[in-house]
């Protein structure tokens, strides 16, 4: 099944709802990180959940989400855009930890003392951060809270992430309901009732239900129309310019010294793993804009 985000709107415009199903990207954002089954589970609900984030806003606009935590995965950097591209990676992705009642243990790898900031970049000079301390460190619930404390929108997530006995992603995905000022009781209560009588995500995404098939689940008693549709896909917007740019970023001095010992540099994309090339000669053309840039 191709990865796909759909986005519906109750009737009477006071609930928002979107879902996803995430497999093929999960699985190309373990296969290009090396990552072991708990940082699977972790990386694949933060790059769902900030896919379903992305999906609210409009054309162009991205948002990044950085959690922070005390425990061992230590880091988690996702980013994805309205446009449907999503990236990102774990710091530690070989880190392990015994099973809890037989599940992964996502809140004790990422930590329960940390943070999480979110990004929202709207145009190229317009960003929008906030920070909140981890509340669940389950992902989901981690920013669930930060829509209600930050932006004041109660709202519902449900992530899954479900692996196979030999470590391969089986299925991915997850949904996200908001509630939008003044909200209707009686819609409320109807979809609170589905989302407690809702069969295990692992489960409907594993027997081939579509996003848009767990949105009617979720809108079964509430009038609703579609909204959007979109693919979903892993990409990274590395380029060799912006690796340029980050080597220049080192300083004249520091190039200099890189050119002499090594001869040569690879710089490698933390969100792709791309590896980006420069010889000697590339090197010392950047120490010549180095130079340059210290000028002005």
Same mark, same amino acid.
């Given at each position: 099944?191709?990865?796909?985000?759909?986005?519906?709107?109750?009737?009477?415009?006071?609930?928002?709802?979107?879902?996803?199903?995430?497999?093929?990207?999960?699985?190309?954002?373990?296969?290009?990180?090396?990552?072991?089954?708990?940082?699977? +589970?972790?990386?694949?609900? !933060?790059?769902? &959940?900030?896919? #379903?984030?992305?999906? /609210?806003?409009?054309? @162009?606009?991205?948002? =990044?989400?950085?959690?922070?935590?005390?425990?061992?995965?230590?880091?988690?950097?996702?980013?994805?855009?309205?446009?449907?591209?999503?990236?990102?990676?774990?710091?530690?992705?070989?880190?392990?930890?015994?099973?809890?009642?037989?599940?992964?243990?996502?809140?004790?790898?990422?930590?329960?003392?940390?943070?999480?900031?979110?990004?929202?970049?709207?145009?190229?000079?317009?960003?929008?951060?906030?920070?909140?301390?981890?509340?669940?460190?389950?992902?989901?619930?981690?920013?669930?809270?930060?829509?209600?404390?930050?932006?004041?929108?109660?709202?519902?997530?449900?992530?899954?992430?479900?692996?196979? +006995?030999?470590?391969?992603? !089986?299925?991915? &995905?997850?949904? #996200?309901?908001?509630? /939008?000022?003044?909200? @209707?009781?009686?819609? =409320?209560?109807?979809?609170?009732?589905?989302?407690?009588?809702?069969?295990?995500?692992?489960?409907?995404?594993?027997?081939?239900?579509?996003?848009?098939?767990?949105?009617?689940?979720?809108?079964?008693?509430?009038?609703?129309?579609?909204?959007?549709?979109?693919?979903?896909?892993?990409?990274?917007?590395?380029?060799?310019?912006?690796?340029?740019?980050?080597?220049?970023?080192?300083?004249?001095?520091?190039?200099?010294?890189?050119?002499?010992?090594?001869?040569?540099?690879?710089?490698?994309?933390?969100?792709?793993?791309?590896?980006?090339?420069?010889?000697?000669?590339?090197?010392?053309?950047?120490?010549?804009?180095?130079?340059?840039?210290?000028?002005?």
């Amino acid at each position: 099944m191709t990865d796909i985000i759909e986005r519906v709107i109750s009737k009477s415009g006071d609930f928002f709802g979107v879902a996803c199903n995430s497999t093929a990207l999960v699985t190309e954002a373990c296969r290009r990180h090396d990552v072991g089954p708990l940082a699977a +589970a972790a990386l694949g609900r !933060a790059l769902t &959940g900030n896919a #379903l984030l992305a999906a /609210l806003l409009k054309d @162009d606009q991205s948002v =990044l989400l950085k959690f922070e935590g005390n425990g061992p995965l230590k880091k988690i950097i996702t980013e994805a855009g309205y446009n449907g591209w999503t990236r990102g990676y774990v710091k530690e992705p070989h880190a392990d930890l015994p099973l809890k009642d037989g599940q992964l243990d996502v809140a004790e790898g990422l930590g329960h003392a940390g943070l999480l900031t979110v990004i929202k970049t709207i145009s190229t000079n317009q960003t929008y951060p906030g920070t909140i301390p981890l509340y669940t460190s389950e992902i989901g619930g981690d920013i669930a809270y930060y829509l209600a404390q930050s932006e004041q929108t109660p709202s519902t997530l449900g992530l899954t992430v479900h692996l196979k +006995a030999d470590g391969s992603i !089986a299925a991915a &995905g997850g949904f #996200l309901i908001q509630s /939008l000022p003044p909200a @209707d009781e009686a819609a =409320l209560t109807h979809i609170e009732e589905e989302i407690s009588n809702l069969p295990p995500l692992s489960e409907l995404f594993s027997s081939g239900k579509s996003p848009a098939d767990i949105l009617s689940l979720l809108f079964k008693n509430v009038p609703h129309k579609k909204i959007h549709s979109k693919p979903l896909s892993y990409s990274c917007s590395c380029s060799h310019e912006k690796m340029e740019g980050a080597l220049v970023s080192l300083g004249r001095k520091d190039l200099q010294q890189l050119m002499e010992t090594e001869g040569r540099a690879e710089v490698r994309c933390e969100f792709c793993r791309h590896g980006y090339e420069f010889t000697k000669e590339d090197l010392a053309a950047l120490i010549t804009q180095a130079s340059d840039n210290s000028k002005l």
